[in-house]
């Protein structure tokens, strides 16, 4: 729905002359080219005041008067002067949707502004509808009409108001987070609400307060892994025991700074302690301060760019290494084909100081609390998939089962790790081959690692590779780490069935399937996985197993009937894992490396 805004254009005023000489009244341009009408858009049922604006002196106190058709009511006009008028408006419930004229009488009689008007289907009032210079506010957008949906309906208060979060409760109801920043310019808002392309907007719905609501943020800077004691002094706020401090770069909550520590002193005053993580993003924060009232109103203030986070280089003393080698297959549905991805990679980190997130879901798989704040409980987060009371998945071997899928819990909401360098190249070195991987830097993370475009002829296997560092100057020198880097036993595919083209399982009968054997046992592992949706629950699971390396095996109807009928997707692999390891100089010796070669066809389970 396009909402069109008419522009008022100022034109010159030209005078001509009649037969006799004499000054034509007549010949100035039509006055309606000097009126606008204000606001351009109203929604059935709404009643409303609009501005009638001249730029000349062309309304009258006792003729004047303004029509807009059928449907829409003037209860009251009134001229305050020759350049202005204002007029209370209704739209009936059942005006006809589209754009109106408007006709104002003037001096000149009356005159017709097209399209003045445009009705609409859909409008929304707020509350509250107004709010603090550096306050932080929920705001309530009760809409009549709308369709509102979550994750797709934003909105917007104009300059200088920045709107954190939008909860979309109902496709009429939604809940808006709102800082009014400290160069917002008092006055009356227009409000919009946004899904895709369809935009509603209330005029003059929202007011900036000329009355600020501020507060001091000390210390003003802090350095990459520093804990620094704070004060928070300020006026005209409810600080209480549910006070949250947290830390903003531009719209996002930066969870990079933890408060340790938070003392209320009364309604204005808060001291405590903080810490700056060692991979904290650099510059500055806004430090918001929130307070939630007994009826659950948010009552916040901000202090803008109130605290600079200073860079810090890292210390090599703890340095932990990533390393990954493995090879990912696809059967093509359509033709059969098979498509392969050899991906190589070396990163050199430093483990974020505090740790995040700080208690890992995994130290109480049972305790029916999100102990990481990832949005995953207990046995629906991957940290728990190999505790024994979230039943870790099929175990040698022959055993099958059927598990759901553990969500990828994880640390999204944490700092990137600061890594380090360790010269232009490093490599995997063994007795087969050398393989080389090259120095890169993350243009948007600043993240260093090391990365090649790989084939299978890089892919040695049954082979332990050395890690090799060629050295940096100032990082990570020249080390050879031996046999940290394994590779699978042996190669292995599917013989059968031919899973393309739709292949199609009944689900009451048994599922064979053959394979070259991987030659994985003792030191590996062969596993396959069919994935779907359980009957039981409605949610992401598999049946799998760790088949005896043999190359024959079968799923049973058992397994089979506990997945929804429909497409479904099996994978087979095989797995290895290296030894423990880490440099000489680090603190760090628990680094593990492991590889998979892996699989994948697409099949329908009916």
């Avoid at 009638?52 to 305050?80: M, P, Y």
């Avoid at 979550?150 to 917007?156: C, F, V």
């Avoid at 393989?435 to 993350?442: L, M, R, S």
Wanted: net charge negative; aromatic share 10%.
């Amino acid at each position: 729905m396009l909402r069109i805004v008419a522009s008022l254009s100022l034109l010159l005023l030209f005078t001509g002359c009649n037969e006799a000489g004499k000054a034509d009244d007549t010949a100035a341009i039509n006055p309606s080219d000097k009126l606008v009408f204000w606001p351009p858009e109203a929604a059935k049922g709404q009643t409303f005041d609009a501005r009638i604006t001249a730029t000349e002196s062309i309304l009258d106190f006792e003729t004047s008067t303004l029509k807009l058709g059928e449907g829409v009511t003037v209860n009251s006009f009134t001229v305050l002067d020759g350049w202005n008028a204002v007029a209370n408006v209704t739209v009936a419930e059942d005006a006809a949707l589209g754009f109106r004229d408007a006709r104002i009488e003037t001096h000149y009689g009356e005159k017709v502004l097209g399209e003045a008007l445009n009705i609409v289907a859909d409008s929304f009032i707020l509350t509250p509808a107004r709010g603090r210079i550096g306050e932080t506010l929920q705001v309530e957008l009760i809409g009549e009409r709308t369709t509102w949906e979550a994750g797709k309906t934003w909105t917007g208060f104009g300059d200088d108001i920045t709107v954190t979060a939008v909860d979309v409760l109902s496709e009429n109801y939604a809940l808006a987070t709102v800082t009014i920043g400290r160069e917002a310019v008092p006055g009356l808002r227009d409000v919009t609400m946004e899904t895709g392309p369809d935009v509603t907007t209330a005029y003059n719905a929202f007011q900036v307060d000329r009355v600020a609501l501020g507060a001091t943020f000390e210390p003003t800077s802090i350095q990459q892994g520093e804990s620094l004691d704070f004060t928070i002094l300020a006026k005209g706020t409810h600080f209480d025991q549910n006070t949250v401090v947290s830390f903003w770069n531009g719209n996002d909550d930066n969870p990079d700074i933890q408060v340790d520590r938070l003392v209320v002193v009364d309604a204005e005053n808060i001291y405590g302690t903080i810490t700056a993580s060692n991979a904290a993003e650099i510059g500055f924060r806004d430090v918001h301060i929130d307070t939630w009232s007994q009826q659950g109103v948010l009552e916040g203030v901000v202090v803008e760019d109130g605290l600079e986070v200073k860079d810090t280089l890292p210390g090599l003393e703890n340095v932990g290494i990533s390393l990954s080698f493995y090879v990912v297959r696809g059967i093509d549905n359509s033709t059969g084909a098979i498509s392969e991805y050899v991906q190589g990679s070396v990163i050199f980190y430093i483990p974020l100081d505090p740790a995040c997130p700080n208690s890992p879901e995994s130290a109480a798989c049972t305790n029916g609390a999100d102990d990481d704040s990832d949005g995953f409980i207990d046995c629906y987060d991957t940290d728990c998939a190999s505790d024994p009371a979230c039943g870790s998945g099929p175990q040698p071997y022959d055993n099958n089962g059927v598990f759901p899928t553990y969500e990828q819990g994880g640390t999204s909401d944490c700092p990137n790790p600061e890594t380090v360098g360790a010269g232009d190249h490093v490599w995997f070195e063994s007795d087969c081959n050398i393989v080389t991987f090259d120095k890169n830097i993350d243009a948007a993370t600043g993240m260093i690692y090391y990365a090649a475009d790989l084939t299978l002829d890089d892919y040695c296997f049954d082979q332990v590779y050395d890690l090799h560092t060629q050295g940096e100057e100032g990082a990570i020198g020249e080390y050879i780490l031996e046999d940290v880097q394994p590779t699978v036993p042996a190669d292995f595919s599917i013989t059968s069935p031919q899973l393309w083209n739709n292949y199609t399982q009944s689900r009451t009968e048994d599922f064979n399937y053959t394979w070259t054997p991987a030659q994985t046992y003792p030191d590996a592992i062969f596993g396959t996985q069919i994935s779907g949706t359980l009957i039981a629950t409605g949610e992401g699971g598999f049946a799998g197993s760790l088949p005896w390396d043999d190359g024959v095996h079968a799923y049973v109807p058992g397994e089979l009937g506990q997945l929804e009928a429909g497409p479904v997707t099996f994978t087979a692999y095989s797995y290895i894992e290296g030894r423990r390891f880490g440099f000489p100089f680090s603190t760090i010796q628990s680094n593990k490396s492991d590889s998979v070669v892996q699989i994948s066809a697409s099949m329908v389970l009916e």
